[in-house]
C-alpha cells in the first residue's frame, strides 16, 4: 500500500528517531528512498520474500517499489529513519557507485551489519542533522552529505547473514492482512494463501516468529491509527470498525495491550489535552 510522507516542501527529505515500546506493524512504500540505522534493540523485517534479523549496527536501505513492513521489536528498539527526496538523489547521485540509488526496485538485498566507529560516525552525523531543522538550506546541504556517507560505509560493508526465504504462502498471507481491512476470516485467508487454515497457521508462526491473528490485531491497529490520526475527524468506535474490529470490546483490548494505554487516554494524548 503506497504512502504519501507529507513532506514538509522546503525539505530534500527528513529525518527522525523511531524509538517505542509498542510493537506493532510499520508498513509502507513510498516514492521516497529511506535508510533504517539501528542503535539498539533487534527487530524484524518482511521485505519482498524475505525476512531479515536486524540488530545494533544493520543499515538498510527500502527503495520506492519496495513494500516492508517491521514484524515486530524488542521493547528496548531504536533506530535512525531517514527519507529522500527524488530530487535530491538526482542532484548529488552524479557517479557509478551511486547509480543505484536512483532505481526503484534493484535487484539484490540492501542490509549490511556495520562496523561500530562506522555506526557513531553515522550515529552522529543523525543526531546533528535533526538539530539543524530550523535552517533549511543547512539540513538539504546535509541531507546530501549524509546520504553519500551512509551509502559508502554500505558498500563497504558485508552483507548482512541474517535473511531467511518466506514461503510465498506466508508472504501472500502478509500482504492480504496488510492491504485490507483483516484479509478475512481464516478459512478464506488460507484459500487465497494457497494453503489449509492448519499449514497456514503453522507456517505463519514459524516463519514470523507471530501468530497470526496476533499479526492480524498488529495490522488492524496500525490501519486504526491512520484513520483516526488526531481525533478530529473520526469518532473511536467508527475507526475501530473501518480498521477491521469486530467489536469496540475486541478494539479495546487489543488497543490497551499493544498501546499499553485506553483508547480515550490516547485520544486526549493526540489532541494535546483536550476534553473527551
Not at 183 to 195: F, Q, T, V
Amino acid at each position: 500500500m503506497k504512502q504519501s510522507l507529507n513532506l514538509p516542501e522546503p525539505f530534500d527529505g527528513f529525518i527522525w528517531r523511531y524509538a517505542d515500546r509498542v510493537n506493532h506493524p510499520f508498513e509502507h512504500r513510498h516514492d521516497e528512498l529511506e535508510s533504517n540505522l539501528v542503535l539498539q534493540g533487534t527487530a524484524v523485517y518482511l521485505l519482498k520474500d524475505r525476512r531479515y534479523e536486524l540488530g545494533r549496527g544493520s543499515l538498510v536501505w527500502f527503495f520506492p517499489d519496495q513494500e516492508h513492513v517491521l514484524l515486530e521489536h524488542t521493547p528496548d528498539f531504536a533506530m535512525w529513519i531517514v527519507v529522500f527526496r527524488r530530487s535530491l538523489l538526482e542532484r548529488v547521485c552524479t557517479s557509478g557507485e551511486t547509480g543505484t540509488l536512483l532505481r526503484t526496485n534493484p535487484e539484490g538485498h540492501f542490509c549490511r551489519r556495520i562496523a561500530e566507529g562506522q555506526l557513531r560516525r553515522l550515529h552522529r552525523l543523525h543526531a546533528e542533522m535533526r538539530s539543524a531543522e530550523r535552517d533549511p538550506a543547512r539540513y538539504n546541504a546535509g541531507l546530501g552529505y549524509l546520504l553519500l556517507s551512509a551509502w559508502e560505509i554500505h558498500l563497504a560493508a558485508s552483507e548482512e547473514p541474517l535473511a531467511t526465504e518466506i514461503h510465498p504462502s506466508v508472504e501472500k498471507a502478509v500482504r492480504l492482512m496488510r492491504d485490507e481491512t483483516g484479509g478475512g476470516r481464516l478459512a478464506g485467508l488460507a484459500r487465497r494463501a494457497g494453503l489449509s487454515p492448519s499449514h497456514l497457521s503453522r507456517a505463519f508462526k514459524k516463519q514470523t516468529g507471530l501468530p497470526l491473528s496476533e499479526f492480524r490485531n498488529r495490522c488492524r491497529l496500525d490501519r486504526f491509527l491512520t484513520l483516526f490520526g488526531e481525533g478530529r475527524d473520526k469518532q473511536v468506535m467508527r475507526a475501530a470498525l473501518e480498521a477491521g474490529f469486530g467489536s469496540y470490546p475486541q478494539f479495546h483490548r487489543v488497543f490497551t495491550r499493544l498501546m499499553g494505554c485506553s483508547p480515550a487516554d490516547y485520544r486526549r494524548q493526540v489532541r494535546g489535552g483536550e476534553g473527551e
